[in-house]
């Protein structure tokens, strides 16, 4: 990439987050940033740093059939669940203020846990960048959309691949289309009744073989509609992860598009999945030091990637009832942790049998770089909003001048 067009995504990327930016994190959010970053760098088997960003699914649960998802598939081997409130409400008060980025999506459909909202409203509170992903293919109120667009939420990512019932249906299976569109256009005009920044609306497109005729309809639609952004995505097809049936593996081998622009299987996409290439196990993985995963059911995975209970770490739950929170730093200084971080580093011989010893996904073991760039830049554009608003204060006024009406400026929703 050159210069010109890393100038040009970082601008545009300026741009989208201005808007909902989170206020500049406090002083002890960069020690701990810092903190985290020696640690990594020293690859410590226990770790005094609260995580960076956190995934935090609200449920494993979901309507749609999807047949690249576990869920969809039908093929966890956790209980169904939702996320209790308590205790996300114990994790925020203990990490929440470090913390700069969470995810409320993962392995199921978001908006079916009931206390979503309150949620991100916590994590608002806390000044945390959040994100949220749904196929909003349920019924939705628009009483909930406002609720969501109030909640602060920073991203909501709307997830329609087609730009009709056949195509979109033919992933996103039980899917309806119309109903999606129409749940896409409440909430859109929810921010705008409500006067709100947030949060940023994105209609993501996976493309596909059998849908990448729609993409210049859904982008129109998408237009017509006043989505902030539209995106293009590609998938990833392989099944070595999910073990798709010997029909659906049959089709998705169909599926790649022909555009070599979206497809990970052509040599020319600059994250082409070569298919001879051998696994290569890094000797870090920055997830252990910077992330980590959350299940709804308090499970905590080593990453985004593993969705099964029996890999999980630790629990955030103690038995009981109600259940009883547990430490989240406690949880990833347990054996677990500190058994797989001294692998890693060369100072244990002797196998751990954790599913990071032959990681699913090695591609993103590198995480701390782009969690450094995250952090970064929204700490650079948070500190641009902060400038600008000391510029827009009126002088004070003089105690012998008269009393002047006061410019009235409208207040946005979410600071």
């Known amino acids: 990439m050159g210069i010109a067009e890393g100038w040009r995504r970082a601008r545009d990327r300026y741009r989208t987050l201005a808007p909902i930016a989170p206020p500049l994190k406090p002083a002890a959010a960069y020690v701990n940033w810092a903190r985290a970053n020696w640690e990594m760098w020293r690859q410590t088997s226990t770790i005094r740093a609260k995580p960076l960003k956190l995934t935090f699914d609200p449920t494993n649960v979901c309507q749609l059939r ?55 409203e916590i994590a608002t509170a806390k000044g945390i960048m959040t994100a949220m992903s749904s196929n909003l293919s349920l019924p939705l109120t628009d009483e909930r959309a406002r609720r969501l667009v109030r909640s602060g939420l920073g991203e909501l ?40 920044p947030r949060p940023t609306i994105i209609w993501r497109f996976y493309v596909f073989r059998f849908n990448e005729h729609e993409i210049d309809r859904a982008r129109e639609m998408a237009e017509e509609i006043g989505v902030d952004r539209f995106v293009l995505g590609s998938p990833y097809l392989g099944d070595s ?49 910077v992330s980590s995963a959350v299940n709804p059911d308090g499970g905590v995975a080593p990453c985004c990637a593993v969705f099964e209970k029996a890999h999980d770490f630790g629990d955030l739950e103690a038995p009981g009832d109600p259940p009883t929170a547990v430490r989240y730093m ?9 058994a797989i971080r001294d692998r890693f580093a060369g100072r244990r011989d002797e196998p751990t049998g954790l599913v990071c010893e032959e990681c699913p996904t090695p591609d993103i073991m590198t995480y701390g770089k782009i969690m450094n760039r995250h952090v970064a830049f929204l700490t650079l554009v948070s500190l641009v909003n902060a400038i600008r ?8 006024r003089s105690a012998l001048a008269p009393p002047a009406a006061a410019p009235v400026e409208p207040v946005p929703a979410a600071e």
């Not at 925020?92 to 991100?120: A, T």
């Not at 691949?161 to 929810?190: C, I, K, M, T």
């Not at 979206?262 to 020319?268: A, D, G, I, K, T």
């Open 330 to 338: 406690d949880v990833v200084n347990n054996p677990s942790f500190v």
């Open 157 to 196: 990512i709307c997830s329609l691949d087609g730009a009709s019932q056949e195509p979109y249906a033919r992933y996103r299976r039980r899917g309806n289309f119309e109903l999606a569109v129409e749940n896409l256009r409440r909430l859109v005009r929810a921010k705008s009744e409500l006067g709100s």
């Open 241 to 289: 992860q999910f073990h798709l049936s010997e029909a659906d593996d049959e089709e998705a081998r169909s599926w790649a598009a022909t555009d070599p622009a979206y497809n990970r299987y052509h040599p020319s996409h600059p994250e082409y999945v070569d298919p001879d290439r051998p696994v290569e196990i890094r000797k870090r993985c920055d997830w252990h030091y």
């Open 389 to 396: 608003r000391i510029g827009r204060r009126p002088p004070e």
């Open 66 to 120: 999807c047949p690249l998802c576990p869920t969809g598939l039908g093929i966890q081997d956790r209980d169904r669940s939702r996320a209790r409130l308590h205790i996300f409400e114990h994790l925020m008060e203990e990490i929440g203020d470090e913390l700069f980025f969470l995810d409320f999506y993962n392995w199921g459909e978001p908006l079916l846990n009931k206390h979503l909202e309150d949620m991100i």
